[in-house]
């Protein structure tokens, strides 16, 4: 289980991005984080594995108080949490086994890694996680020559080789169009309900986080202000998240899509005839 108890975070600056989160994440459970720009949903996660340190607070992952361990403590612990990331952080000049097999850097010995000699057994983790998200027949493709649906996978496959206990996705369908968005989205669900492995989902399309969390958890201005499950995410729920204006836009940006995705379906069935 991870724990989070008054995470904050102030900047420099004096700019206050977390204000006292208090969460729990159990065993198992996929919550999405949702919330306007600056609302503190990629600060939250990045505190989590310390890419952001924090102001002040605790982060539990079972009994260990990441918040509070020196860098040996903490490279060690970062083994037991998966980053997905939006875009995607992947070697490009590397094959995608390559990048995949490098999320086993924490466990091996740097001159492996260096030579790229990685143990058989990772190997074959590596092989059966790339079967698993679709990938095995690329395995020896840049990650360069990838789209951005099949990169996304490979950062899947790369971040559950590390045979996590939390996994942290930030924005993970930024970057995609709608219907690889859906593909990406039921992969993650799909693999964290197998191994029954927690995820923090940082995610800004509303519906697709109706859809796939298990939990919606509702940042603004750094602070909760929405906790339950997608169908308790009214329309005053997501106002009080988002501000009524905030709100309005993004139901007219999301009626924008849909009218131009049906647009580009209408084009292809004629093109069909």
Avoid at 96 to 118: C, T
Avoid at 124 to 146: C, E, F, M, S, T
Avoid at 210 to 226: D, E, P, S, Y
Wanted: proline content about 4%.
């Amino acid at each position: 289980m991870l724990h989070l108890e008054r995470l904050s975070k102030t900047y420099k600056t004096g700019e206050t991005a977390l204000h006292e989160v208090t969460l729990d994440v159990p065993k198992g459970q996929i919550l999405g984080l949702i919330g306007p720009s600056g609302a503190g949903k990629s600060t939250l996660i990045r505190c989590i594995n310390r890419l952001v340190e924090p102001s002040s607070g605790k982060v539990l992952l079972g009994d260990v108080d990441l918040a509070r361990l020196g860098k040996t403590d903490l490279r060690k612990q970062r083994r037991r949490i998966g980053m997905i990331f939006q875009e995607y952080a992947l070697v490009e000049r590397l094959t995608v086994m390559e990048n995949v097999l490098s999320g086993r850097l924490g466990y091996v010995p740097f001159w492996r890694s260096f030579l790229r000699k990685y143990p058989a057994a990772d190997i074959q983790r590596a092989y059966r996680l790339l079967d698993r998200v679709g990938l095995i027949d690329h395995a020896d493709k840049r990650a360069d020559a990838l789209s951005g649906g099949q990169r996304q996978r490979v950062g899947i496959a790369r971040a559950l080789a590390q045979d996590p206990e939390l996994l942290l996705v930030d924005e993970p369908t930024a970057s995609l169009d709608p219907k690889t968005s859906r593909q990406i989205m039921r992969l993650l669900t799909e693999v964290c309900t197998e191994r029954g492995l927690p995820a923090i989902v940082n995610i800004h399309d509303v519906p697709l986080a109706q859809q796939f969390m298990q939990r919606i958890v509702g940042l603004r201005a750094g602070r909760v202000v929405f906790d339950g499950p997608p169908e308790a995410l009214t329309e005053s729920a997501l106002t009080q998240i988002y501000g009524e204006e905030d709100w309005n836009a993004m139901r007219a940006g999301d009626a924008e899509q849909a009218a131009a995705e049906a647009e580009a379906r209408d084009r292809i069935a004629a093109l069909a005839k």
